[in-house]
């Protein structure tokens, strides 16, 4: 077989990139049927268009002609894009950041990456909150690691009693995401300060401190008065993952960076580790260009209240619909319950909306069976238009 085994199976598999896959159906179903009648709520593709600071530091900067402006920098990024996300880190992790606790990355995927590359030996764990986001498994599979699934709790925040008991001398680090995709919960600082007391009480009784990775690239994406807490002030092995494409609507640029905390035991080495992973991953670097315009724009303001009116919105056409689901504290997510005529087969229960020309992402993917996710990062008029749609679907039940 000239493909991996292990490829084969994850490509093939009925949960292996069925976000892709539903988005990817969605333009051929728009096509039959136009694009107004198909509600696609697959794909977390930000649809407000960047701030005009962004747009125009990309237009001043793609106009240079400097020597050598194209060219290698440094691995892990300009000195001043350092600077400047170590800027923006301390403001959001309310403690001074230098420039060289920060590596410049290809998105938060390549952050994330970049990471686990650097922490994992073959045979650790990674303890992990589920609901998750679905490429972490692929992600910590990388670099010969185990993805630890433990279950929040009903109301999907941290079960941190049952975090402490997946702890193990195998764990290198537990990963979170706040707001969560697919939930959109936001974990309060009450809950990072005890996920903190357990990992330090675990790395006294077992001599290994797991670091606390946090996924945060819907940082400042947060509804009704919320914050996301900052992890530094709690537990000093804490760094941060994130990018622009969420908050800046930049997905396609792949721009993020890694930032550890200044108060890290081993934070040279941690950085040092993470530099070389750019390169023996293959990017090398992060887009030059990207990194100069981030640098110069990072805190240009976004109108996330146009996500929160379309929050809720679409919570209505699913409270006239009588579904259930999660109220979203941040990101662009509704995490939404599957009818129990469905036993719980989220799978089945997607291909039933899919009849009534609603797409949506199953939740097994998710590590959260017999649930499905709706991004609403899209146009009002998809919103407006689904709501009779998932009346439909509801009514249409055996």
């Known amino acids: 077989m000239p493909v991996s085994p292990y490829i084969y199976s994850q490509m093939t598999s009925p949960q292996a990139g069925v ?38 530091a990309i237009e001043d900067i793609a106009k240079d002609r400097s020597k050598n402006c194209h060219g290698y920098m440094p691995n892990a990024g300009y000195p001043e894009a350092r600077e400047a996300m170590a800027k923006k880190t301390e403001s959001e992790q309310a403690l001074p950041v230098s420039g060289d606790c920060v590596v410049m990355a290809v998105g938060a995927a390549g952050a994330l990456n970049c990471t686990l ?39 999907f925040s941290l079960d941190i009693d049952a975090i402490r008991k997946a702890l193990s001398p195998k764990t290198a680090a537990v990963l979170i995401n706040s707001p969560n995709n697919p939930t959109g919960r936001i974990y309060p600082q009450e809950d990072i300060k005890n996920l903190a007391k357990a990992m330090n009480d675990h790395a006294e009784k077992c001599g290994r401190k797991p670091y606390l990775i946090c996924d945060e690239p819907y940082r400042a994406i947060a509804y009704d008065g919320k914050q996301v807490a900052s992890a530094f002030k709690e537990y000093d092995s804490a760094l941060v993952v994130t990018s622009f494409a969420k908050n800046l609507s930049l997905p396609g640029e792949r721009i993020g960076y890694i930032c550890v905390n200044p108060a890290c035991p081993d934070r040279t080495d941690l950085v040092a580790a993470c530099i070389f992973t750019t390169r023996i991953l293959g990017y090398v670097n992060a887009p030059a260009l990207m990194q100069k315009v981030v640098a110069r724009s990072w805190s240009a303001k976004a109108d996330y209240s146009l996500y929160e009116k379309r929050r809720n919105m679409l919570m209505r056409n699913l409270d006239d619909a009588g579904m259930e689901y999660v109220r979203p504290e941040g990101a662009f997510y509704l995490w939404c319950k599957v009818p129990d005529s469905f036993n719980g087969d989220d799978m089945a229960f997607t291909e039933h909306l899919k009849k009534h020309l609603i797409l949506a992402a199953p939740g097994s993917g998710f590590g959260g069976k017999g649930w499905f996710r709706l991004a609403y990062c899209v146009s009002e008029k998809c919103i407006e238009g689904s709501r009779q749609a998932f009346i439909n679907a509801m009514k249409d039940i055996k």
Not at 21 to 40: Q, S, W
Not at 129 to 155: I, M, Q, S, W
């Open 19 to 56: 976000i892709r896959r539903m988005f990817e159906e969605g333009i051929k179903l728009k096509a039959v049927h136009g694009a107004d009648n198909v509600f696609d709520f697959s794909l977390g593709n930000p649809d407000l268009d960047p701030p005009l600071q962004v747009a125009d």
């Open 117 to 155: 590359m650097a922490i994992l030996s073959p045979g650790d764990e990674v303890i992990v909150p589920a609901p998750f986001f679905a490429e972490y498994r692929h992600y910590v599979h990388n670099f010969g690691g185990t993805l630890v699934e433990v279950p929040c709790k009903a109301d």
